[in-house]
């Protein structure tokens, strides 16, 4: 599960949780990660293994290696979502500035 592929001796065990030191490495490469996609322009994480000939590739790699895959779908789904979000909070707010002009 998580850990897979690497030869980390922290890696975790099949089943089991991830420790406290896990977790902050994988939200450290999260966010590494997020923020070289952010550098150029990316919303759309690349699928997992996906990401070779990208500029954010090493920041893939070490993400997709120190997070487990449904960590990794679950913080893509939600850059994704949040980014959406603020489009439509964005577009309500500029409607609404609008409306109250007329």
Known sequence: MFGFGSSSSSAIEPGKAPS???????????????????SHSVLQPPEAGKGAGTPCEAAQKEYET?????????????????????????????????????
């Open 20 to 38: 406290r030191e896990q977790r902050q490495k994988c939200w450290a490469a999260r966010d590494a990660f997020f923020a070289c996609l952010d």
């Open 66 to 102: 120190a997070c487990g895959k449904s960590w990794i779908d679950y913080f893509n789904k939600r850059r994704v979502l949040e980014f959406r979000q603020a489009a439509t909070l964005a577009e309500a707010a500029r409607q609404r500035e609008e409306a109250a002009k007329r």
